[in-house]
């Protein structure tokens, strides 16, 4: 399994527009063969993160080189986002813990 750690802070201009995207670019991934998961934070300073899990690196690589994407991932760098840091992690252990519901 593969996961993406994504961590942005949005310009000024990055409004309805940038919103529309993003809802597609999620409704895109969760249609992506391979996805998983999709989680999003926000902290107090502005600083968001976006955590998205894949089941391995080629349906991963698949999102990557999706056109739209692509072309969303260059509207972001020109127009919606002071900074993004992209890291890409496997994950090599996986441990779970669920209460039993009464």
Not at 21 to 34: K, W
Not at 48 to 69: F, I, M, S, Y
Request: aromatic share 12%.
């Amino acid at each position: 399994m593969m996961l993406i750690s994504f961590r942005s802070r949005l310009t000024a201009q990055a409004g309805a527009d940038y919103d529309e995207t993003a809802a597609e670019m999620e409704r895109l991934a969760r249609a992506t063969p391979g996805f998983i998961e999709v989680k999003a934070f926000r902290a107090d300073d502005g600083e968001r993160l976006t955590l998205v899990w894949w089941k391995d690196a080629q349906t991963l690589k698949g999102w990557a080189t999706n056109a739209r994407h692509l072309v969303a991932q260059r509207m972001g760098r020109e127009r919606w986002y002071e900074y993004y840091k992209i890291e890409v992690a496997e994950v090599v252990r996986d441990s779970r813990f669920e209460r039993p519901q009464d």
